[in-house]
């Protein structure tokens, strides 16, 4: 049965599966939805070629490797025609985990993680150059 956004229950059961765990199995997917894993593979492929899955990630501890100041940056840019040179700035950045343009307060959200305070301010002073900001600094993530 097609759903209003144009797939089936099924292929919604796959997603769900895979962002459960996306490194699960066509095949033990299949058992999960009571499929053959080839199927699933084709129906995975569809969902791909419709744009609904846009790819896989994995979960990792960024302190693990040293990235252990992570904080959360509101952008105000200082006008109107900044906004491309700050978007090749930050696309470009490998400190940018994260970055949303938003309505309300602020220009941009973005969500940057750095080894150190001193990588923080430095990266914030590049930022300087675009505009002004707010920074909150992640004290504990909940989920």
Known sequence: MLSSYGIEDIDRQILSCL??????SHKSIGEQVHMTGQAVGARVRKLQDLGI???TTVNWNPEKIGLTVHAFVTVFLASNTAH???QQFAGS??????????SGEGCYWMRVRVGSQLELTSFLDELLGYGNYKVSLSIGQMK
């Open 19 to 24: 962002i459960t765990d996306a490194s699960q």
């Open 53 to 55: 899955i846009e790819g």
């Open 84 to 86: 491309q040179a700050f």
């Open 93 to 102: 950045s490998n400190q940018v985990v994260e970055i949303h343009r938003v």
